[in-house]
C-alpha cells in the first residue's frame, strides 16, 4: 500500500490487467529521530527492543530470529569479506564479452577467477 499505491503506480492485478511490467516501488519516508526525542535514548531502546525480540522463544525447527534487514546485512558483509558469486555459465559469457572487448579481466576483478 505505502509502496505502490501511494505514490500512485501500477501494481498487482491493475498492472497485469495491461500486460505492463510490475516494478519494484517504494516510498521512502525519513524522519528526524531527535525531533521526537534524544537519539542516544532512542539507539538505546532500538537495541534493548532487537534484543528482546531475539530472545523470544522460537517455532521448532527455527534456529534464529531475522529482524528486517538482517539477512541483506550478513549478505552484504559476507560478500564484502568473500565478494559477490557468480554462477560460471554467466563468469563464462563475460569472459567471452571481454575477450571480444580485448579487456582484461584480471585487472578489473583483482582476486576473482579469471
Do not use: C
Not at 516510498?27 to 530472545?55: M, P
Amino acid at each position: 500500500m505505502m509502496g505502490g499505491i501511494l505514490p500512485g503506480l501500477m501494481t498487482g492485478s491493475e498492472a497485469q490487467a495491461i500486460n505492463r511490467t510490475l516494478r519494484t516501488p517504494a516510498t521512502i519516508i525519513a524522519l528526524n529521530v531527535s525531533f521526537f526525542q534524544d537519539i542516544d535514548a532512542f539507539t538505546t531502546k532500538v537495541d534493548e527492543r532487537i534484543r528482546e525480540i531475539k530472545a523470544s522463544k522460537k517455532k521448532s525447527g527455527v534456529s534464529e530470529i531475522h529482524l528486517p534487514g538482517h539477512r541483506g546485512f550478513e549478505t552484504r558483509e559476507r560478500r564484502l569479506k568473500e565478494g559477490i558469486p557468480i554462477e560460471d555459465h554467466y563468469w563464462h559469457e563475460m569472459e567471452e564479452l571481454a575477450k571480444e572487448l580485448g579487456v582484461d579481466l584480471s585487472d578489473v576483478f583483482a582476486g576473482a577467477k579469471a
